[in-house]
């Protein structure tokens, strides 16, 4: 098996998930031995390198579960389908839009709009999404998004886009670049085909009494990146004259059509310069990211400091002393601290140092630990009021396995803000498993929480 560093892709981040789940149902002693026989074979020393080489593993000696759910469409096959789909809109766009205009007209400011102006705007949006998404705040996200559907058709499990959603994210925003440059490359091919066989003509005009001087200070503002080293993508004060079209004219002199052909350098340059660059330099730098924080989607996925934990720590098989260790271990030496986590302890599910009978928990400060649900409404008030002071990194929800999702534990939950990560953890019945319909509730219950990460994972005696 190669250890190589490979960079994982959405399809990884889903089979994460289901091998996490899977691993829920398996005793903690054999999911223990497993992790440690795949570390000590992994020679990979980043987090996100050491979990590939680990589902690598599982998919060689056991395969991945899929649940018995195909995927018809995979994010290569969605890759060629979007760039495609880009290609061909750029391309009939532009010829529609040539040859849709009376008497072979076609406004030079209405051109500007949809193949300039339209194309700096989604540029605008997609940096301010590529922005919020590395600061690690929620990018925002249209109501209407075409990309779900691909999404969605790709990876049929909601849960997938529930859990992973920042991930998804990233790589639309990567390819809505790619795809944005491909629809422009279609465009100003369509532009010279169109051109070579159906010559237009390049007119301006407006009802709202735009000047020569106004068209003239527009066009050297647009041309100034090049007008140096490109004087014929400019546009000269004559061109502007001639080219100027009022309604009521009913012809246009042989001259003046000629001399109209003149605006297409500058149209052109305008469109590599403020629509195909932009979106080339967006579409590196988030290529650049989507490595970068792909990775770290992979490491902070809910349940993955366990496999980490697991396959870096030792197994213990007797109360000796090993031999290549000196130190005792203590059960807390699996997870090590962890400030950023916080538990709730919900309606009294857990009792008073119970929390260090589990191994999940045991990575929780003992500063850390808030217990609501039995009390008034305004002790719930004061629990709540804590988790939005400290705003931690994760939020660990104990709750009992075999009773059902409660209202109370939602309308408490909901007032928690700052968190982003939240995990439902079910503490099972001594000496008993949880039963498959209870954790089915409690996972749909996590996944309609109102936070951008839920996961729900069954405690574990330590």
Not at 18 to 43: F, V
Not at 151 to 179: C, H, N, T, W
Not at 344 to 354: C, F, I, K, M, V
Request: proline share 6%; hydrophobic share 50%.
């Amino acid at each position: 098996m190669n250890n190589g560093v490979s960079t994982p892709g959405l399809a990884d981040l889903y089979h994460l998930g289901e091998q996490i789940e899977l691993d829920q149902e398996a005793p903690l002693h054999d999911l223990r031995q497993r992790d440690h026989d795949i570390g000590r074979r992994c020679k990979a020393a980043d987090d996100a390198a050491r979990l590939m080489f680990w589902l690598r593993q599982l998919s060689t000696t056991a395969g991945s579960a899929s649940g018995g759910e195909e995927r018809w469409l995979t994010e290569a096959s969605a890759a060629v389908v979007a760039r495609s789909v880009a290609l061909v809109l750029g391309f009939v766009g532009m010829a529609s839009f040539l040859l849709s205009g009376g008497q072979g007209l076609v406004n030079v400011f209405v051109f500007l709009l949809l193949f300039v102006l339209v194309q700096i705007l989604f540029c605008l949006f997609s940096a301010i999404v590529m922005f919020r998404s590395v600061r690690g705040n929620a990018p925002v996200v249209l109501p209407v998004n075409p990309a779900r559907l691909v999404i969605s058709r790709a990876f049929p499990d909601k849960r997938y886009l529930r859990e992973s959603q920042s991930a998804v994210r990233l790589l639309v925003l990567r390819y809505g670049q790619e795809m944005g440059a491909i629809f422009t490359m279609g465009a100003v091919a369509a532009f010279f085909l169109v051109l070579a066989f159906s010559p237009f003509t390049f007119v301006w005009g407006s009802t709202f009494g735009v000047s020569d001087a106004f068209v003239r200070g527009l066009t050297n503002v647009l041309a100034a990146p090049w007008s140096s080293w490109l004087p014929a993508a400019t546009v000269s004060p004559q061109l502007i004259a001639d080219s100027r079209f009022h309604p009521a004219v009913s012809g246009l002199s042989q001259v003046n059509v000629a001399s109209m052909g003149g605006w297409w350098p500058f149209l052109i340059m305008s469109m590599l310069t403020y629509a195909l660059l932009p979106r080339m330099i967006l579409w590196g730098l988030s290529r650049w990211f989507y490595v970068k924080l792909m990775n770290q989607s992979l490491a902070r996925y809910p349940g993955s400091a366990g496999i980490l934990a697991r396959m870096k720590a030792p197994v213990v098989q007797t109360q000796a002393v090993e031999p290549e260790d000196d130190s005792p271990r203590t059960p807390g030496s699996v997870l090590p601290v962890d400030d950023g986590l916080l538990l709730l302890n919900w309606a009294g599910t857990l009792g008073t140092g119970e929390p260090d009978s589990y191994e999940q928990l045991l990575a929780v400060p003992p500063g850390n630990r808030l217990a609501a649900g039995l009390g008034s409404l305004a002790d719930d008030a004061v629990s709540v009021d804590k988790i939005n002071q400290y705003k931690p990194e994760q939020l660990l929800v104990a709750v009992k396995s075999w009773e059902p999702p409660m209202a109370d534990l939602l309308d408490f939950l909901e007032r928690v803000v700052g968190v982003t990560h939240c995990t439902v953890s079910l503490v099972p019945l001594p000496r008993r498993s949880v039963a498959e319909h209870n954790l089915q509730e409690w996972r749909d219950f996590s996944r309609g929480l109102p936070f951008a990460v839920t996961d729900t994972q069954v405690l574990s005696r330590v």
